[in-house]
């Protein structure tokens, strides 16, 4: 026999040492440990029950579905290390469009296990900044609704700043971007799409700047209304009347200048604009300045043949802390994290 399969042998006859189990809560430590060595599991936590947007007839086949993606987000993060995994069904959001496709989420949480400084004991967090969730058939987290803004009909939202590409697909920066006395927090956020398509459509700068005027003069009747109903003299209704006009004629002045020198092709150019250019507009911020798109819903997007329950897009999104246990996590699920697992899921 030669070496090569007396090795081989060996391999396969040798004992199987099983993995270490988790400590117990309570466990004496030092803050030495290396707490990635702790082995986790995933657990099933309570679910959120359907809510008035959701049918209960429904709910059976909703689960399905959330299963089948929960599994996704478990082969992404498939052993958890210094961390223990929970998983649960969220059923109570409300469709995004009328008559459209059910929404519904799965989301999951990460505690970390951590030395008490004060009684030197292992414990697992109560609370955590780490999260992955998958949001059906909704833009939670994804894209910013601008209650005033319309275009075209549709509710226009401005989406985060692009960070690059995760996958093929455009990655956006999360909302949980912060640092407090818990520590610093990251996340990112993608969107998955029938053949890479979106719900949403860009919004041109033309569409843009004939939407914000129409929505300043749309504050204005309310203001001067209420201003003619008011108890005061003539005189000092007419006084109050004329700065109305005139804090929105300025509030329109560079809006209307820039629409009225406008090419076509620069009409054309989609919107990228700041959170206060929505608000009080002066210029449009390029993308590489900070600038974040202007988007509003794509009718034609969603599929009315498609079954209510179905998965029409997804938004994914993650969240981790500045610590061993979450870096590592954070890693883990974007070394591993398949999008096309979730694109095979759409419209069944």
Request: glycine residues 6%.
């Amino acid at each position: 026999m030669t070496r090569l399969a007396l090795l081989a042998l060996g391999l396969l006859t040798a004992p199987v040492r099983a993995a270490a189990p988790a400590p117990k809560e309570g466990t004496p430590c030092t803050a030495s440990e290396n707490l990635l060595s702790i082995p986790g599991k995933w657990t099933h936590r309570a679910d959120v029950p359907h809510g008035p947007g959701l049918p209960p007839t429904a709910v059976p086949e909703v689960n399905k579905r959330i299963d089948r993606i929960g599994d996704v987000f478990r082969s992404a993060y498939p052993e958890p290390r210094g961390m223990e995994a929970g998983g649960y069904r969220d059923l109570d959001a409300s469709p995004l469009v009328e008559n459209g496709p059910y929404a519904y989420s799965f989301r999951s949480l990460y505690r970390a296990w951590y030395c008490n400084p004060n009684n030197h004991k292992l414990l697992i967090g109560g609370e955590t900044a780490t999260w992955a969730y998958a949001f059906v058939n909704q833009l939670n987290w994804f894209a910013e609704l601008l209650k005033t803004l319309r275009v075209g009909g549709q509710p226009a939202f401005l989406l985060t700043h692009r960070v690059g590409t995760f996958r093929g697909l455009p990655s956006y920066e999360g909302i949980h971007n912060q640092t407090s006395n818990t520590g610093t927090t990251f996340s990112r956020t993608i969107l998955v799409g029938r053949s890479g398509r979106s719900p949403l459509k860009p919004v041109t700068r033309r569409q843009f700047l004939e939407a914000y005027l129409a929505a300043t003069q749309a504050q204005l009747d309310p203001m001067l209304a209420a201003i003619e109903r008011s108890p005061v003299d003539p005189a000092k209704k007419t006084v109050a009347i004329e700065q109305r006009r005139d804090q929105i004629s300025k509030l329109e002045a560079a809006a209307r200048a820039r629409l009225s020198a406008m090419s076509p092709a620069e009409g054309e150019q989609p919107a990228f604009l700041s959170p206060t250019g929505i608000v009080q507009f002066k210029d449009f911020t390029p993308e590489a300045n900070g600038g974040r798109a202007l988007v509003r819903l794509d009718p034609a997007f969603f599929d009315p043949k498609a079954p209510k329950v179905a998965p029409q897009f997804i938004v994914v999104y993650w969240r981790w802390q500045k610590s061993p246990a979450s870096e590592n996590f954070k890693n883990e699920f974007e070394r591993r994290f398949d999008p096309s697992a979730l694109n095979a899921l759409l419209d069944r």
